[in-house]
């Protein structure tokens, strides 16, 4: 699929990233869910993972520059795209941007100042600028591609999302940014699945069908092996 498409109900459809963020629990796999605002068009109060739109600014090459490993990788699940390296990227800002967390990354300071996120939220400064303040190495292949998404017509706003999976990184916390997203829980999938079929909690439903395939996993490790190695779902 191209960029951006214009659909028959006159709707475009724009090119989106989403990550599920694994960690090794002390009960087994838990992955990142985090709390959409309730005041969204799409997916008020919903618990999603990490994710949104891809930017033009995705595409930079100066971003593509930082890219130390994967690139193959990328190239061959995304390539008829034009701009695969985008998507990978826009997982790891969005990551970034709403959970505080970077995935992805082969190079990491020491410490990560609080305000480089907020400057990136606010517009402030460009994910190419923090990616060099920060002195970032990208690894593609941390970020294994499993599925891709697409709205279906009727809905105000549409996307055709790809999916990836990445393990979360050592040393940091998670946190959300406090306007994307107001909450955020480490969650056994089988315990989110449980608590949005009481009504707990609100769920689109290509993350609950992403949930239900991380139930087949006990920890990061072999749900990164099995989701390659299981390629990816379209829908």
């Known amino acids: 699929m191209s960029r951006n498409s214009l659909m028959s109900d006159g709707v475009t459809v724009r090119d989106a990233a989403t990550a599920a963020v694994l960690r090794d629990g002390t009960e087994g796999l838990e992955v990142l869910l985090l709390r959409r605002h309730g005041g969204h068009v799409f997916g008020a109060n919903a618990y999603v993972f990490p994710g949104g739109a891809v930017d033009d600014s995705d ?6 520059a930082r890219v130390s490993a994967g690139v193959d990788y990328a190239r061959a699940c995304l390539g008829e795209t034009g701009r695969p390296l985008a998507f990978w990227l826009a997982a790891i800002r969005e990551c970034f941007e709403e959970a505080g967390l970077l995935v992805g990354c082969s190079h990491l300071p020491a410490e990560i100042p609080a305000g480089e996120r907020d400057a990136l939220n606010a517009g402030d400064r460009s994910w190419a600028d923090v990616a060099a303040r ?74 609950r069908v992403t949930l239900e395939r991380l139930c087949d996993y006990e920890d990061v490790e072999s749900a990164l092996a099995g989701l390659m190695a299981d390629g990816t779902v379209s829908s």
């Open 59 to 64: 595409a930079d090459a100066v971003l593509a």
């Open 134 to 207: 920060l002195e970032l190495r990208f690894a593609l292949d941390d970020l294994v591609y499993f599925a891709q998404w697409t709205t279906p017509p009727g809905r105000p706003r549409r996307y055709a999302t790809r999916f990836f999976a990445a393990r979360a990184p050592e040393g940091q916390r998670a946190a959300c940014d406090g306007h994307e997203t107001v909450d955020h829980w480490w969650a056994g999938p089988a315990a989110a699945l449980a608590s949005h079929d009481r009504g707990e909690i609100e769920m689109m439903h290509p993350t």
